[in-house]
């Protein structure tokens, strides 16, 4: 099983938008959304992720067939934050088969930055996948700050992997 992880073209921007509702299928269950009168759920924020130098879009495949996406912004709630994972998804045929754990490590690889990767509260899972993957490619050096406030209510995780001669002491 060969996992890749491609930034994808302003075409692609399709493929990104139509696996963004099974994102949000999935999602529903822990934010209570529904379906717009069109029978979508929507992501109007998207385009900003061609338009926007702070943001980052990728495209995962495996074994060259469509497994997901991820979106990178500069949204942080933990201060020193200087991107964060602002939509994570792999569909659910390749979970648990360590799909998920590769594209964020490659994500990270990629973009050396202050992260912080936030869940919400009730997301179980989710919470326990990024726990143990940042703890894992951090060698266990992240922080958990627990955020309850009118922006966010969860835990996030927030590590540096900038290279020694871009931290600052």
């Known amino acids: 099983m060969k996992m890749e992880l491609r930034t994808p073209s302003s075409a692609d921007r399709i493929l990104i938008r139509r696996m963004m509702e099974l994102y949000c299928y999935d999602f529903s269950e822990f934010e209570d959304s529904d379906l717009d009168e069109h029978g979508y759920y929507g992501y109007g924020r998207l385009d900003y992720f061609w338009h926007e130098p ?29 991107r964060s994972i602002a939509e994570f998804f792999v569909m659910r045929k390749y ?59 969860g835990p996030a995780f927030s590590f540096d992997n900038r290279p020694a001669d871009q931290t600052s002491p």
């Open 54 to 82: 702070s943001r980052a879009a990728f495209i995962i495949t495996v074994d060259g067939k469509l497994a997901g996406f991820v979106l990178v912004d500069d949204t942080v709630y933990v201060e020193g934050g200087e």
């Open 95 to 153: 979970r648990r088969r360590g799909v998920g754990k590769q594209a964020a490590a490659e994500v990270f690889r990629r973009l050396p930055a202050k992260w912080e990767v936030r869940v919400i509260e009730n997301n179980t899972p989710a919470k326990a996948f990024w726990r143990g993957v940042i703890s894992e490619y951090t060698d266990g050096k992240y922080r958990e700050t627990q955020l309850d406030n009118d922006d966010w209510k």
